[in-house]
């Protein structure tokens, strides 16, 4: 049973639609990650959320559009995305932002763009 | 920035053999070290860490890996693979005063019986 729990597991967007993913960690962390995972690519850091405050933003499209309301719940809202934005996508959470330390991932959310 | 090589893509191995996954980082100075591992549809579950310390780690599931400074290696061993080992498995390098991880690009184990 994970800590940290991703919804839908699996999207199919067209790319007009607008959708979004959710995170929800029950762990007690103060941080929050959004990674994409490529085949065969390392795993890209898109967003880091430090106390509901963003502290990260890796050269992301604006067509990806995070959401921190709380320290539990994390959004990714996506918006005209490319056939390219097809991936795994991870949310992760940590105990504190402010140094490396082990990461808790979530199953993630496949998502493929027609 | 700091960075990570896993230079075997795939890693074939029977069922009870051995198991060694290499890793190689590029950092200045004293990395943190993980190794997390990838079941199918699953998240990524930390197998093992190294911060400081004693240099062979002991982690879940029997795995344990090995800091070589003059190396700049962290490779992963298992002395006898199950079924349940197949997996995907990346390497990820951390330093102490910030919270971002770079992971390598992963490498895909195959148990054959």
């Known amino acids: 049973e994970t800590g940290v729990t991703q919804t839908p597991r699996h999207l199919v967007m067209g790319m007009t639609n607008k959708k979004s993913l959710k995170c929800e960690q029950h762990?007690?962390?103060?941080?929050m990650y959004w990674y994409k995972q490529s085949a065969k690519k390392p795993l890209e850091l898109m967003f880091v959320?430090?106390?509901?405050?963003?502290?990260e933003n890796n050269s992301v499209p604006s067509r990806f559009s995070p959401e921190c309301p709380n320290s539990s719940h994390l959004f990714l809202h996506l918006h005209t995305l490319q056939p390219e934005d097809s991936a795994l996508y991870l949310c992760?959470?940590?105990?504190?932002?402010?140094?490396?330390?082990?990461?808790?991932f979530g199953e993630g959310s496949r998502l493929t763009v027609l | 920035a700091q960075s990570v090589t896993q230079p075997d893509i795939h890693i074939t191995v029977s069922e009870g053999a051995s198991l060694e996954l290499r890793c190689n980082y590029s950092?200045?100075?004293?990395?943190?070290l993980f190794w997390y591992v990838q079941s199918p549809g699953q998240g990524l579950q930390l197998l093992l860490k190294?911060?400081?310390?004693?240099?062979l780690v002991q982690g879940i599931k029997g795995f344990e890996a090995e800091f070589k400074r003059s190396q700049s290696s962290f490779n992963l061993r298992k002395p006898s693979v199950h079924w349940s080992d197949a997996a995907e498995y990346f390497c990820?390098?951390?330093?102490?005063?910030?919270?971002?991880?770079?992971f390598g690009a992963g490498t895909t184990v195959t148990v054959r019986a």
């Open positions: 950092y200045g100075a004293t990395p943190y």
């Open positions: 990820a390098v951390g330093v102490s005063n910030d919270y971002k991880l770079s």
């Open positions: 959320y430090n106390f509901k405050e963003q502290t």
């Open positions: 762990l007690g962390h103060n941080a």
């Open positions: 992760a959470s940590s105990q504190e932002g402010g140094r490396a330390g082990e990461l808790f």
């Open positions: 190294y911060f400081s310390g004693d240099t």
